[in-house]
């Protein structure tokens, strides 16, 4: 495993353990960090978000960005590197997009 996927490993997990226990959110959606890609130069980070029920994404994008900036700090506080990279959240849209496929299949007439 490179430096660069240890790092992506390290901040998914930690920015998870942050929205589970640090960061109180409301209850009529249910978010999971499915991906982290850090940048390079390690100074830009995209965490890729899974919302259910999906209709609520747009909710939830909006909660994250307004509690970005402590989850940075809370962040800061726990990784041992020289910077923290700069977060930006965006919905992983993976599990909607089979389910739209899988209902495609589905409806199709095979004889």
């Known amino acids: ?20 226990e640090k960061i109180e959110s409301p209850f009529d959606f249910l978010t999971t960090i499915t991906h982290v890609e850090c940048s390079p130069d390690m100074k830009e980070a995209k965490v890729l978000v899974s919302v259910l029920p999906f209709a609520k994404a747009e909710d939830a994008l909006h909660f994250l960005n307004g509690q970005k900036r402590e989850i940075q700090r809370l962040l800061g506080q726990t990784l041992k590197m020289q910077f923290t990279p700069r977060i930006s959240f965006l919905i992983d849209d993976t599990e909607e997009f089979a389910h739209k496929i899988y209902n495609e299949i589905d409806n199709l007439d095979i004889e």
């Open 1 to 20: 495993m490179s430096r660069l996927q240890q790092i992506n490993s390290t901040l998914q997990k930690n920015i998870g353990l942050i929205m589970s």
